[in-house]
């Protein structure tokens, strides 16, 4: 449909213009949102990883551990009590990791959704995604935005620069308290992120603290991944309602006592003492 059809928002020239930006923009918020509700996605329990990692290949059995963590993970799933969905395996949408953690997913019965990206290389959405969770992206920030939005757990397997990037986005998220409640991260591979990230060169160097390294855990085998998931999200159980992970703005530097001597409360992103009011300096 062109311009001449009638309403802006059927010009399909208009949308794939530079001014229609935002509304592609906003449709990729909105379109998953919709996707979840519909489907009463509670929350989500992310897999990252490569997607060049084959079943047949050097880290194959990598793939074999995905795929079988997902599949207890969503078999406990299904066993909870509850009208919404609980803790459904998410990924990237593609192959290797992301196939095989959908994959899991699926021999057990369960949903799962996948977070695909239109690449040069056209990566394509794996045969395991449920089809009403099947999103398709154009834009890596809103992709990542609804990774972090329903997940309660990220497990990131070994991959390169896109896991690297996805599992620091997650990590910065956590160490800057950005979002208002913690995200457990679990590092599965300890012997290939050991060797790929020096996490205690960043604590020496300075570079991070060494508090941040109670970010993440590494765990080896599908048992023990669903044992730690297991340990994060029992608590979680009876919580109900779509539940997003909302970002927390720190307001440290903005606030101020309402009336002099009144001692203004603290930030409540980083818990800063707030300065004193104008009238007491």
């Not at 910065?172 to 979002?179: A, E, G, N």
């Amino acid at each position: 449909m062109t311009k001449d059809d009638g309403v802006a928002y059927l010009d399909e020239d208009f949308l794939a213009s530079d001014e229609g930006r935002p509304m592609r923009i906003l449709s990729e918020y909105l379109q998953p949102h919709r996707g979840f509700t519909l489907e009463r996605i509670q929350d989500t329990i992310v897999f990252f990883g490569s997607a060049r990692l084959e079943p047949e290949g050097p880290l194959g059995r990598y793939y074999a551990d995905a795929q079988e963590l997902a599949r207890l993970l969503s078999a406990w799933s299904l066993s909870l009590a509850c009208r919404e969905r609980r803790f459904v395996v998410c990924t990237g949408g593609g192959g290797g990791i992301m196939e095989a953690a959908n994959r899991g997913a699926h021999e057990a019965g369960a949903r799962s959704a996948g977070l695909n990206i239109g690449l040069p290389h056209e990566q394509r959405p794996n045969p395991y995604i449920t089809p009403e969770l099947s999103f398709e992206f154009h834009y890596f920030f809103t992709r990542k935005l609804w990774f972090a939005h329903l997940a309660r757990a990220i497990v990131v397997f070994p991959g390169g620069f896109g896991t690297l990037d996805e599992l620091c986005e997650i990590l910065t998220l956590s160490q800057t308290k950005k979002l208002a409640r913690p995200i457990p991260v679990l590092l599965y591979g300890e012997a290939y992120w050991r060797e790929v990230i020096n996490f205690d060169a960043l604590v020496r160097h300075g570079m991070i603290a060494a508090e941040d390294l109670d970010l993440f855990e590494y765990v080896d085998t599908p048992q023990d991944g669903l044992v730690a998931l297991q340990r994060y999200l029992a608590p979680l159980t009876g919580t109900s309602g779509f539940s997003f992970a909302e970002s927390v703005t720190c307001r440290c530097a903005v606030v101020e006592a309402r009336t002099p001597g009144e001692a203004a409360a603290p930030c409540p992103a980083c818990g800063t003492p707030a300065a004193a009011p104008a009238d007491d300096m």
